[in-house]
């Protein structure tokens, strides 16, 4: 028996790292199942594991493949909702110091629907987050003034923010030192630039990259599975696929509010402890937009939530 660290999942196999560096092709062994939550995925990148090394002398395996036994128990783990209906739920990755969501204003456009969702699911978890606000090189003045609005929405909320410039080299200082001696997941819209930022904070990985389309400014994904990477001025990285929609799992509408901090802490001045701030009357939460403590835009995220719906999902 083995232990190692999760490195890489393809589907059925994954890539398992040793106490000694060494690593291993595996596949999980019979019915094991992960506990606690259902997903298409027993076994995620980050996931610390129990495994054997194939050593019949018959088999197809050779001596660097083998089976993954059991799982420990996850410091934590980030979902989304699942392609496949018959599940609930992915698992991104597990046992994450830091969730880091690259968005960028316009090639592709990342919608604070979107980014609240994200920020949501990491609250959810317990998992904090760096927001990056990348190619900044491109964005326009008025661009560049929505990008300025939002870091001071998200900042204000206390959320870390940076902006970063791959083609341009900038805000590289800030990210390394932000990224340093933990295990970061990056995500992110594909064509955001998640595959160029890695290759440039860890030269030598040459992970494939790929132009935004002129006519949809829209990304290709180019990352096709989930990896996890050590940084050489420490730390690890988890690169995952560039995602297009992000859907919460299993949230009750009276916890939907616990997971926008801004929201939570204003409804303890509303007049009912069960407010949906909705209809009540004396709801703290519906001044506090009306007056601007509160992003418009963060309410209809939040509504968003609550219905289920499209109806309130915005871009800004």
């Not at 995925?41 to 495994?51: L, Q, S």
Request: with cysteine.
């Amino acid at each position: 028996m083995k232990k190692g660290l999760v490195i890489k999942s393809t589907g059925s196999w994954f890539a398992v790292e040793d106490e000694n560096g060494e690593v291993f092709d595996c596949k999980v062994k019979g019915n094991f199942r992960m506990k606690g939550i259902k997903s298409t995925n027993p076994v995620a990148v980050g996931d610390k594991v129990d495994f054997i090394i194939q050593d019949d002398p018959e088999s197809h395996f050779d001596k660097n493949r083998g089976w993954i036994t059991a799982i420990e128990d996850r410091k934590n783990y980030i979902v989304r909702r699942s392609p496949n209906l018959s599940k609930q739920s992915h698992v991104i990755a597990a046992n994450i110091d830091q969730a880091v969501l690259i968005a960028t204003i316009a090639w592709p456009v990342t919608t604070t629907t979107f980014i609240d969702r994200f920020l949501a699911s990491a609250e959810a978890y317990r998992i904090p987050v760096l927001l990056v606000f990348n190619k900044t090189d491109r964005y326009s003045s008025d661009q560049t003034e929505k990008m300025n609005e939002l870091i001071a929405i998200y900042s204000k909320i206390g959320y870390k923010c940076l902006k970063t410039s791959a083609e341009k080299k900038t805000g590289w200082d800030d990210l390394k030192e932000n990224l340093k001696d933990k295990t970061n997941v990056i995500n992110g819209h594909s064509g955001v630039g998640k595959s160029t930022l890695i290759n440039l904070l860890q030269p030598g990985l040459n992970l494939k990259t790929s132009k935004i389309s002129d006519t949809h400014k829209t990304g290709k994904h180019t990352t096709a599975f989930t990896a996890l990477y050590k940084l050489s001025f420490g730390g690890y990285i988890i690169d995952t696929p560039g995602i297009k929609g992000f859907g919460m799992l299993h949230m009750e509408a009276w916890e939907i509010s616990h997971y926008f901090p801004e929201i939570f802490r204003i409804s303890k001045n509303c007049q009912y402890n069960n407010c949906s701030h909705t209809h009540e009357p004396g709801c703290a939460v519906k001044d506090a937009v009306e007056n601007g403590e509160v992003a418009q835009s963060r309410f209809i995220s939040y509504l968003g939530l609550l219905e289920g719906d499209d109806k309130y999902r915005k871009p800004y």
